[in-house]
């Protein structure tokens, strides 16, 4: 009974290919975010949605196009991949509560070859 | 440029006495401020949280301390255990309800020795 989800876990590809990262939470919050944390294990915010709206978008390149079918999705594609885009990507969700407090999916591992 | 700086990549502590994390900050625009632990594979955890218009909060054995003067501030965990072994991440928040942006510290990795 996972409270937010991501698929797939790992993900290996080739330069250059298109790929999709899926998110669902089962909280019933409003808010969702995607993060990426990179080698040096920097956790850096992309994006955030309310209400399937985009809300911040962190000067993230066009290729990222997050997702938000309904208000418990939020997806990622990533077009032309790339060797620096070889990182973590954590899905979040938050109820927005006065403690701020966000609830993280499991991580999904991107190796770009 | 780094807003939210976490000094001391690693810590480790003796099994029941305390741990301390601590976490800097350049931005007085933060108005809440965030520890998450993180086991390896998995996603952070929220621990605890405090609002720049407090100096302490407290949960459990988790305390956090507010210095804003200094910009600083810190997580204590007493006891420590062994199972508090992991990855522990400052953040910061900025924005408004529903638009709040998180900017994340590099992590401090924590040992407690059994």
């Known amino acids: 009974d996972t409270a937010v989800s991501q698929t797939p876990k790992y993900l290996v590809t080739q330069m250059g290919n298109d790929k999709s990262i899926k998110c669902e939470q089962n909280?019933?919050?409003?808010?969702m975010y995607w993060y990426k944390q990179d080698s040096k294990k920097f956790l850096k915010i992309m994006f955030s949605?309310?209400?399937?709206?985009?809300?911040i978008n962190e000067t993230v390149p066009n290729r990222f196009s997050p997702k938000s079918p309904d208000k418990a999705h939020l997806n990622l594609h990533i077009n032309s991949l790339e060797l620096g885009d070889s990182a973590v990507y954590f899905c979040?969700?938050?109820?927005?509560?006065?403690?701020?407090?966000?609830?993280f999916g499991p991580g999904t591992r991107l190796t770009v070859l | 440029d780094q807003q939210v700086k976490q000094n001391s990549p690693s810590l480790s502590v003796q099994e029941g006495r305390i741990s301390i994390l601590n976490c800097d900050y350049t931005?007085?625009?933060?108005?809440?401020f965030l520890w998450y632990k993180k086991y390896p594979a998995e996603g952070p955890t929220f621990l605890i949280s405090?609002?720049?218009?407090?100096d302490k909060n407290e949960d459990g054995r988790f305390t956090v301390f507010l210095n804003k003067s200094a910009k600083h501030l810190s997580l204590h965990i007493v006891p420590s255990q062994p199972g508090d072994s992991a990855v522990y991440f400052c953040?910061?928040?900025?924005?408004?309800?529903?638009?709040?942006?998180?900017?994340f510290g590099t992590g401090t990795r924590l040992k407690v020795l059994a």
């Open positions: 953040a910061a928040s900025v924005g408004t309800s529903g638009t709040y942006k998180y900017i």
């Open positions: 931005n007085s625009m933060f108005d809440y």
């Open positions: 979040a969700s938050s109820p927005l509560t006065v403690s701020h407090e966000q609830f």
């Open positions: 405090i609002s720049s218009i407090k």
């Open positions: 949605y309310n209400n399937k709206e985009l809300i």
């Open positions: 909280l019933g919050h409003d808010t």
